[in-house]
């Protein structure tokens, strides 16, 4: 019998109010790929970030080729041949894709990093990933989905034995995922243990071979083979109870007009964009990475600037410069893709984060604004929403990532918005949480609020839109009534934007 790459027993954490893990146990081998499931708040983050020296458990043991070991740091984990691409992104925005993907171990010459080599090292990483980015280029100028892609490079670049993903494909398209597959099928043959996460059921069931599943920071099910498992199986091992699949959306718009893009040019590159968004409506933006889907949305907002063209809200030309003026005069709303840095801020209350969009209505003399008024205004849609926290004092940092996804839906809900651009509102979440979110954007539209919808998850796209609008280098390909035909809609995406004649195709 071979000895494990990796394996965990008793591992317990508890953070201020909350038991994240209690006596979990996990076995790895060398040469599969081993799904980690469980909804969210079931402790997998807290268990990939014991393994990877972020967290000390407060008991358990932990065993790397059958070698008990302890880590007190992220470097004692990459010295054992341990690499994770973390749910939270560790990169530095200032810095390069390539010095970002080299950072532990720039190569120098004389004394002085040479910039020559880490580019090149850089680009070899880089392509068997399909990324064809300058990696001169700082972080902080891609999209939340090149920021993934480089993690997962940086990841793969140190060559580790045992690779952990954390929601790896989150924000990637069905092309990009399929070549990370690829990729790490390889890796597996060559006889690296790699540890899987993923909310995507479909694709565990096409990737993994073995499976652990977390419920309440416990083990729900012990390491063992994915074959004899169905989904609804594994989905009663997560939430102890089967759950149906979100119905397809059978609400029709009928109201009238409620946003109007005519011609509309913006300063990231957009040219000749027009759109319109009907009340009762969900129209979906659907694309590859880089089709500047997510820029659009900001310069909708305000956040970047609109050069050519006209804005209408309600019929009427509408000058948004910023996220205040869309929300206070518009009565827009933006679910950012990119909750932890744009949609919340982490160290304030759950209280506080929620009620952000109402301090205008709520605050007193002097900009006061009574607690009591907050808690009062946030605890109705912190109950619609179902957020899981001890109270609402508690940091949005200590929740997880699809509680906060909820908070940051409901500061919208709070403020009433009429106009709701919701951009990647399902990654990182359970499936539990996702049908209800799903569930919640067409009350939303059912209500008379026009919903921009923008998702790399097509299926999640062909389940919600009406319709679905194609984008492709900042501008838009063409439109798609959606009949909900899960092969055919499919279909009809790719088509439109590889310009291929669906008919002839």
């Known amino acids: 019998m071979t000895t ?26 060398a040469g599969s790929i081993h799904a980690l499931l469980g909804e969210n708040g079931a402790g997998k983050s807290t268990l990939i970030k014991i393994i990877t020296g972020v967290h000390r458990p407060d008991a358990g043991t932990m065993r790397i080729d059958g070698e008990e070991v302890q880590f007190f740091s992220p470097r004692d984990a990459i010295a054992r041949g341990i690499s994770a691409v973390h749910q939270e992104r560790n990169l530095i925005p200032r810095f390069s894709v390539a010095e970002n993907i080299m950072l532990e171990r720039l190569p120098a010459k004389s004394g002085l990093v040479d910039y020559r080599a ?28 090149h920021m993934q892609l480089v993690e997962i490079a940086k990841a793969l670049s140190l060559d580790a034995r045992l690779l952990l993903l954390d929601e790896p494909t989150a924000s990637l398209t069905p092309h990009e995922t399929e070549t990370l597959f690829k990729l790490l099928k390889a890796l597996r043959d060559k006889g690296v243990a790699i540890l899987f996460v993923s909310h995507k059921l479909e694709e565990v069931f096409e990737i993994c071979d073995t499976v652990t599943v977390l419920r309440d920071g416990r083990n729900a099910c012990p390491s063992q083979p994915l074959a004899g498992l169905d989904r609804n199986a594994v989905v009663k091992l997560m939430i102890g109870r089967e759950v149906a699949d979100v119905a397809r959306r059978t609400g029709k718009a009928s109201g009238a007009p409620a946003l109007t893009l005519e011609g509309v040019a913006t300063e990231l590159g957009h040219e000749g964009i027009d759109l ?63 909750r932890k840095h744009e949609g919340l801020v982490l160290m304030h209350s759950v209280r506080r984060n929620v009620a952000v969009t109402l301090w205008r209505r709520l605050a007193k003399a002097l900009g006061w604004l009574p607690s009591a008024s907050e808690r009062k205004a946030v605890l109705p849609f912190i109950e619609r929403l179902k957020v899981r926290t001890p109270s609402l004092a508690q940091p949005v ?26 951009d990647e509102p399902t990654v990182g979440i359970d499936i539990q949480t996702k049908g209800y979110l799903h569930e919640l954007i067409q009350e939303l539209a059912d209500q008379g609020t026009a919903v921009i919808l923008i998702s790399s998850d097509m299926p999640e796209m062909i ?8 984008m ?33 195709a």
């Open 4 to 29: 494990p790459k990796l394996e965990i027993s008793g591992a317990s954490k508890a953070f201020p109010g909350v038991k994240a893990l209690s006596d979990v146990g996990l076995v790895v081998e």
């Open 118 to 145: 880490v580019e090149a090292e850089a680009r070899r990483h880089l392509a068997p990933l399909g990324l064809d980015i300058d990696p001169r280029a700082p972080v902080r100028s891609l999209s939340v989905a």
């Open 463 to 470: 389940a919600l839109a009406d319709r679905i609008v194609v």
């Open 397 to 422: 940092a200590l929740l997880s990532g699809g509680n906060q996804q909820k908070v940051s839906v409901a500061k919208w809900l709070a403020a009433g918005v009429e106009i709701l651009i919701i």
């Open 472 to 504: 492709n280098d900042f501008r838009i390909l063409g439109e798609i009534q959606n009949d909900h035909d899960a092969a055919r809609m499919g279909h009809a995406i790719m088509a439109t934007i590889h310009s291929v004649d669906t008919e002839a």
């Open 276 to 338: 319109a968004v009907r009340k009762g409506e969900i129209v979906g933006l659907y694309g590859l990475v880089g089709a500047g889907r997510t820029e659009l949305a900001k310069a909708i907002i305000g956040v970047a600037r609109v050069t050519a063209g006209t804005v209408r809200v309600g019929g009427e030309a509408a000058h948004i410069d910023s996220v205040a003026t869309a929300l206070n005069r518009y009565r827009i709303g933006y679910v950012s893709e990119d």
